[in-house]
């Protein structure tokens, strides 16, 4: 199985002059092979190897300055636009122009050096850069949820789209992941007072440790509040801050994976709320920030793994009033949108239970739907 990860590239001057010096030299060799085409008749892509190694190289020498497999590949993606045409009835191939998206494939190549594996292509979410051949290391965004991409890169494609964004596309080989065979579902209610409430009625609660962290860094900010800024006293005050903070992001990732470690192994079907909607009636403050950092992590973790496990995983609407709706008759009480109500007694069917509870039904629900829909349409 292919994935393909396409991030945003972020050259610098020296990175952007040779990668458009590429898109040309790509571009000149299609074009002129194209015209041999037009000209001589078809020819096989080895053949315009040959020939290109041995006269046009020295013909145009500027050409030399790229990686050969760039020249490599543009020969052969004229072929296949060829072939296209001449098999499939594919409008005959367009020259390229510099004003059109531009693009250059480059190929994975893997070895060894000193005893240790090395690939020519490496992606580093960490230090949010790509290590490409010629360029060296090129910044990158997207995938701000992913610690690293799994699988095996094959290639890259580093292109110029006509607003003069660069982008590169890696082509990854991942093992095929057959999903398992659906036996028990499950829907998760996020809150504040408890973390999470499954619907089979277990609870997680807020991590004791992270509410003692939390504690400790609510007291740091005050006295941080009381000194004189800039002063010696203000950055050691701040710098053990910092150190806090880490230590609560640290603790809060071990926490949250033990939690969605089990979630992932014991159900197929897992389904949770979209976006964080209960937070965000949350006043500005730490507790918010905390709240909002468990959620995403949350979220993030039980996506990978349930990737990795073969499992289904749904974030349902973010309109769907999961915690207003009778997970029973279906009716909707708004009453049910201020969070101090704990208890949900449906007015209809008078269904009483724990309001948590209640809506972590309803997720499930709406995450079989999807599944229903994902699976028999
Ligand atoms: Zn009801």
Same mark, same amino acid.
């Given at each position: 199985?292919?994935?393909?990860?396409?991030?945003?590239?972020?050259?610098?001057?020296?990175?952007?002059?040779?990668?458009?010096?590429?898109?040309?030299?790509?571009?000149?060799?299609?074009?002129?092979?194209?015209?041999?085409?037009?000209?001589?008749?078809?020819?096989?892509?080895?053949? #315009?190897?040959?020939?290109?190694?041995?006269?046009?190289?020295?013909?145009?020498?500027?050409?030399?300055?790229?990686?050969?497999?760039?020249?490599?590949?543009?020969?052969?993606?004229?072929?296949? #636009?060829?072939?296209?045409?001449?098999?499939? #009835?594919?409008?005959?191939?367009?020259?390229?122009?510099?004003?059109?998206? #531009?693009?250059?494939?480059?190929?994975?190549?893997?070895?060894?050096?000193?005893?240790?594996?090395?690939?020519?292509?490496?992606?580093?979410?960490?230090?949010?850069?790509?290590?490409?051949?010629?360029?060296?290391?090129? $910044?990158?965004?997207?995938?701000?949820?992913?610690?690293?991409?799994?699988?095996?890169?094959?290639?890259?494609?580093?292109?110029?789209?006509?607003?003069?964004?660069?982008?590169?596309?890696?082509?990854?080989? =991942?093992?095929?992941?057959?999903?398992?065979?659906?036996?028990?579902?499950?829907?998760?209610?996020?809150?504040? @007072?408890?973390?999470?409430?499954?619907?089979?009625?277990?609870?997680?609660?807020?991590?004791?440790?992270?509410?003692?962290?939390?504690?400790?860094?609510?007291?740091?900010?005050?006295?941080?509040?009381?000194?004189?800024?800039?002063?010696?006293?203000?950055?050691?005050?701040?710098?053990?801050?910092?150190?806090?903070?880490?230590?609560?992001?640290?603790?809060?990732?071990?926490?949250?994976?033990?939690?969605?470690? $089990?979630?992932?192994?014991?159900?197929?079907?897992?389904?949770?709320?979209?976006?964080?909607?209960?937070?965000?009636?949350?006043?500005?403050?730490?507790?918010?920030?905390?709240?909002?950092?468990?959620?995403?992590?949350?979220?993030?973790?039980?996506?990978?793994?349930?990737?990795?496990?073969? @499992?289904?995983?749904?974030?349902?609407?973010?309109?769907?009033?999961?915690?207003?709706?009778?997970? =029973?008759?279906?009716?909707?009480?708004?009453?049910?949108?201020?969070?101090?109500?704990?208890?949900?007694?449906?007015?209809?069917?008078?269904?009483?239970?724990?309001?948590?509870?209640?809506?972590?039904?309803?997720?499930?629900? $709406?995450?079989? @739907?999807?599944?229903?829909?994902?699976?028999?349409?």
């Amino acid at each position: 199985m292919y994935k393909a990860y396409k991030f945003k590239l972020y050259p610098n001057d020296n990175q952007r002059e040779l990668i458009n010096k590429t898109f040309g030299c790509s571009r000149f060799v299609y074009n002129y092979y194209l015209s041999r085409n037009k000209e001589a008749g078809y020819k096989t892509p080895y053949t #315009n190897i040959k020939d290109y190694t041995n006269n046009l190289k020295y013909e145009k020498p500027f050409l030399q300055e790229v990686d050969s497999i760039i020249i490599r590949k543009a020969i052969f993606h004229l072929d296949d #636009n060829l072939k296209r045409h001449f098999n499939n #009835n594919f409008g005959y191939p367009k020259y390229k122009s510099k004003y059109d998206k #531009n693009s250059y494939m480059t190929s994975a190549i893997y070895g060894k050096y000193k005893d240790k594996n090395y690939c020519n292509i490496e992606v580093d979410l960490n230090k949010r850069v790509i290590k490409l051949p010629k360029l060296k290391e090129v $910044e990158i965004r997207g995938y701000r949820n992913l610690d690293k991409i799994n699988g095996r890169i094959i290639n890259a494609t580093i292109s110029r789209e006509r607003n003069n964004k660069y982008y590169v596309s890696v082509m990854v080989e =991942v093992p095929d992941i057959t999903k398992k065979e659906v036996r028990e579902v499950v829907g998760i209610d996020l809150g504040i @007072k408890k973390l999470i409430t499954l619907s089979d009625g277990s609870i997680y609660d807020n991590n004791k440790y992270i509410e003692k962290y939390e504690k400790r860094i609510k007291r740091l900010q005050r006295e941080l509040s009381r000194k004189e800024k800039g002063s010696k006293n203000y950055y050691k005050c701040k710098e053990k801050l910092n150190i806090l903070y880490i230590k609560l992001s640290n603790a809060r990732k071990y926490y949250l994976h033990k939690i969605t470690k $089990e979630i992932t192994d014991n159900y197929d079907v897992i389904s949770t709320e979209g976006l964080n909607t209960k937070s965000m009636i949350m006043k500005k403050d730490l507790s918010k920030e905390i709240t909002d950092a468990s959620f995403s992590e949350i979220l993030r973790q039980l996506n990978y793994k349930s990737q990795l496990k073969g @499992k289904y995983f749904y974030q349902i609407s973010t309109y769907y009033p999961s915690s207003q709706t009778c997970s =029973v008759c279906e009716n909707v009480d708004k009453k049910y949108k201020n969070l101090s109500e704990r208890t949900y007694k449906c007015n209809k069917c008078n269904n009483t239970l724990d309001r948590d509870f209640n809506a972590s039904i309803n997720i499930m629900f $709406e995450g079989l @739907k999807l599944y229903m829909k994902e699976v028999f349409n």
